[in-house]
């Protein structure tokens, strides 16, 4: 019966990432996850610069692509941003291969085929079941911190009988790049009556794309990107989808189960940003306070301080945002000036919370509109 001080379920981005902090500590432990192999689905993501920042180091293998523009378009107006530090177009799957070589690397153990199956109190920590589907038996994992990097839904939340999170769901058509887009250039269209969120068209490179939408379920999602992609004349050549979790301001991700912790990183922490529903930078910060807590024996909501405020903010922007009307979209972009600009400019969708007074202050009229939007969603 393996006694490992740290055990991380789920080979997510997040679960991988605490795993290679932590290891890299000297602190014995092991990911795992029920899945064979990570020969994972292929999936187009966009993150900002900041992504570097909280890895460490350049994941220059899953970047397949760096933009320096992002064009807004609602019903009858339209905004372009150029940005000082590029976004970066990653695959998700070479992202997750990387942290994973990182990890083993570090002397993290990653054992794959083995399905969690609950936990239960053990003396000062915690004894995890598991399921090794290979051989068809249950093995028992101790541990001190264990760690849920398990996605939406997440099966250890559950077990720790911790809140669950709710969902959006993301679909995507992988197009060839149309003629009138440019390779360092995401184009984003705010259709107010398909979605509360936007539709995208992600530049991989010079000859694909990724043009996607976030909706309430799969099946709207497929219905309203395949009438976008008809309008736009644009032929999918496969299609990309997903569960996201979304941001619940107020919930904790920690739990003290006698001398252990359970602590929730990435999506089953519901670490996203509700503006974008992006949730990779987010989520790696999210899994480095779970490793700064045990490596320090600091507590875990104290090292989350800093994401959490980000996070609501996004979450409160986002509230507004989705009682916009298609007339305040078009007035939002209008009211772009350029010293807001500027602002955007400078700072990446991680970073809200040092640019929002800027942006307010650059631009107040905004303030009008959100005013409208918040006495529009409190309508009896």
């Known amino acids: 019966m393996p006694d490992r ?3 991380v379920i789920g080979a997510s981005t997040s679960g991988l990432f605490a795993a290679y902090l932590l290891a890299q500590s000297g602190i014995p432990v092991a990911v795992y996850d029920q899945n064979e192999t990570l020969a994972l689905p292929s999936r187009t993501l966009i993150v900002t610069g900041q992504l570097n920042q909280v890895l460490g180091f350049v994941p220059t293998e899953a970047i397949v692509n760096r933009v320096q523009h992002i064009e807004l378009f609602s019903r009858h107006a339209s905004a372009r941003v150029s940005l000082r530090q590029p976004d970066l177009i990653v695959e998700r799957a070479q992202l997750i291969h990387l942290l994973a070589a990182r990890a083993r690397q570090a002397g993290a153990a990653i054992e794959l085929g083995y399905k969690f199956l609950g936990l239960e109190r053990d003396g000062d920590g915690l004894l995890v ?4 589907r290979s051989r068809d038996q249950v093995e028992h994992v101790r541990a001190r911190f264990l760690i849920g990097g398990d996605g939406v839904g997440s099966d250890v939340a559950q077990a720790a009988q911790m809140p669950g999170r709710g969902s959006v769901a993301i679909l995507q058509a992988r197009v060839v790049l149309p ?3 440019a390779a360092e250039t995401v184009q984003v269209w705010f259709v107010r009556q398909d979605t509360p969120f936007f539709y995208w068209l992600i530049p991989e490179a010079h000859r694909m794309a990724a043009v996607g939408l976030i909706a309430k379920d799969q099946g709207e999602a497929s219905e309203k990107l395949r009438r976008f992609l008809n309008e736009h004349q644009l032929e999918a050549m496969e299609y990309q989808a997903a569960q996201v979790a979304t941001h619940q301001p107020g919930s904790r991700p920690g739990k003290r189960i006698g001398g252990a912790h359970v602590l929730l990183v990435g999506d089953a922490a519901g670490q996203v940003k509700m503006t ?15 490793a700064r807590a045990i490596i320090q024996g600091t507590a875990y909501g104290q090292e989350l301080r800093a994401l959490h405020r980000e996070l609501t903010l996004h979450w409160l922007i986002g509230s507004v945002l989705h009682h916009l009307a ?4 078009d007035r939002l972009l209008e009211l772009l000036n350029t010293r807001a600009q500027g602002i955007l400019e400078t700072y990446s969708r991680d970073e809200m919370t040092q640019a929002l007074w800027g942006l307010l202050l650059a631009q107040p ?6 005013a409208r939007s918040f006495l529009r969603s409190h309508r009896p």
């Open 129 to 132: 079941r598991l399921q090794n």
């Open 276 to 290: 974008t529903v992006g949730g990779v930078v987010t989520g790696l910060r999210g899994a480095k306070a779970a």
């Open 179 to 181: 003629p009138a887009a």
């Open 365 to 370: 009229r905004w303030l009008l509109l959100g």
């Open 5 to 7: 001080h740290v055990a």
């Open 326 to 329: 298609s007339a305040d979209y």
